[in-house]
């Protein structure tokens, strides 16, 4: 693991649920929900200090989360083993 690395491939992980009143990245649609890291990507600026032009701040490792569709649709109707992937901050993520 790199130095502010968190996760590896294949933690399972949940994706913070708090509501910022701020520009975040984050879609309303995977809060709360939960996945597998199936990459980890280079560290990032936050979005949150990006928006606001206040990029002093340390960069974040930045991981691919699979989930499974069917979790984050109650009523998907497609293949029960389609999923999303979606690049997340780390500093949103929690051990699942």
Known sequence: MNAGQRYDLGDRVRIDDRREPRHHRTPAFVK???G???RVC????????????????????????????CDLWPDYT?????????????HWLQPA
């Open 42 to 69: 280079m560290d990032q600026a936050k979005p949150e200090d990006v928006a606001y032009f206040t990029m002093n701040g340390p960069r974040v490792p930045v991981y691919r989360i699979r989930m499974m569709q």
């Open 36 to 38: 597998i890291v199936t």
């Open 78 to 90: 497609g293949k029960p083993d389609d999923t999303l992937d979606i690049e997340m901050h780390g």
């Open 32 to 34: 709360g929900q939960t």
